[in-house]
Each structure stands twice: as C-alpha cells, then as structure tokens.
C-alpha cells in the first residue's frame, strides 16, 4: 500500500496573483497535489481530486460494514458491494474493492 500525503486536501480557486491557476493542496497548502489552467474541467478534476483522501477513508469505513448470515446462521460482518464475508476476502469484481485497491496503488 502506497502511503498518500495525509489529508485534508483543498481546492483553491484561482488566487488574484494568479487567476488562471486551480490547484489541490495539503498540509496547510505546503504540498501541491495538482495544479491546472482553470477550465470547468479542470476545476471539476480539483473538486475531485480533493475528495480523494475521504472517500477512500469513507470506503474503507463502510468495506465490512454489511452483514450476511453465515452457513449457522450467524450474522456475519460482510461487504456490501459484493456480500462475501470478512474472513472470505471480497469476490474477484467487488467494486469497492477495486476502487480501494486503486486508490492505494495497486491494479486498477
Ligand atoms: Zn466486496
């Protein structure tokens, strides 16, 4: 697992010394994550690209958040994208696994 530069990350609208610019950054602005000519787009890509960092923590928070029951009948914690039980791993097309998986680096 890659580690990413903690969050908060911020989109700036462009600043007056620079009014063409949109950017992403962290850490009280210290660390620039992206920068762009501003267009719709690339303000839309900032938007994004800030969220980034809490909707990976909100993915991992919901991961083993669904419950099935298991051959006993005892409620087990599971994935609700794909159903598989915690201890099983997700199925090979579990979205939120892929989706988590790319945001740490790994296959995409
Ligand atoms: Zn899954």
Redesign the pocket.
């Known amino acids: 697992m890659s580690k990413h530069t903690p969050g908060p990350w911020h989109s700036n609208p462009p600043k007056a010394q620079n009014p063409s610019r949109v950017s992403v950054t962290a850490c009280s602005g210290f660390v620039r994550i992206y920068e762009a000519h501003l267009s719709q787009e690339t303000a839309a890509n900032a938007s994004l690209i800030a969220s980034a960092p809490d909707l990976l923590n909100a993915l991992r928070d919901v ?1 083993w958040g669904g419950t099935e029951r298991d051959e006993d009948g005892v409620e087990v914690h599971a ?1 609700p ?4 039980e915690k201890d099983m791993g ?2 090979s097309g ?1 979205g ?2 892929k989706a988590i998986a790319k945001a740490e680096g790994g296959a995409s």
């Open positions: 991961e994935c994208w794909c159903g598989c997700h199925d579990c939120l696994a």
